[in-house]
């Protein structure tokens, strides 16, 4: 069973950090970050010497960034394209409620996680749970359009552990695949349909 997430194109509200617009449409650099990933997924491009990229499924987040996104994949890849809330990013910083040492050589302390964090743990379990169900129902590979917040706490998700960060580029293509009774990580920050230029995050 495998599971790509993919970040959303370059918003307006990381070029302008404008903390009013949580909800900001992609920019003109996004929109084309987004042509470019739906061209390269509907192209079916080799990942490695025995796959392809072949997406049954699109789920989205509902915020406009990642709607914006999704909009030309589904028009490429001709597949159903369905809303999950669960999808949404965070309303805080992430990164400010993950564990942390003051040194690589010291051991991670005892961690607790905060009751947002906690709950946001929760919400995207939720979203892992749901693209699951679609893998299960197409028996094809399915596609999250979600958030860098999102996704990376997916991802701890996968690897059991709350003390790892994801610096994830905008477009980029995350795959999770679940195979002898665990989750593989088995690609992070997919970039092959960028020019470096446009290479955001």
């Known amino acids: 069973m495998k599971i790509f997430l993919a970040r959303h194109g370059q918003s307006r509200w990381q070029v302008q950090r404008d903390d009013s617009d949580w909800d900001s449409p992609l920019t003109d650099l996004g929109q084309r970050q987004a042509k470019l990933l739906a061209t390269w997924l509907s192209t079916h491009a080799r990942l490695d010497n025995g796959s392809r990229l072949e997406i049954g499924c699109v789920r989205t987040s509902p915020l406009r960034r990642a709607q914006e996104t999704a909009v030309p994949l589904q028009q490429a890849l001709e597949c159903p394209l369905n809303t ?49 169900e679609d893998a299960e129902k197409s028996g094809q590979p399915v596609l999250g359009i979600a958030h860098g917040g999102l996704i990376s706490t997916v991802l701890r998700l996968a690897t059991g552990s709350d003390a790892v960060s994801f610096w994830l580029y905008n477009t980029s293509l995350n795959l999770i695949e679940w195979k002898r009774g665990r989750w593989h990580l088995v690609h992070l920050n997919l970039w092959d349909h960028l020019p470096p230029a446009w290479r955001t995050f």
């Open 84 to 132: 999950d809330a669960y999808l949404r990013e965070a309303d805080f910083l992430v990164s400010e409620h993950l564990p942390f040492s003051e040194s690589p050589y010291q051991a991670m302390p005892i961690y607790e996680p905060s009751n947002v964090y906690a709950a946001f743990k929760q919400q995207a379990q939720a979203a892992l749970y749901g693209l699951v």
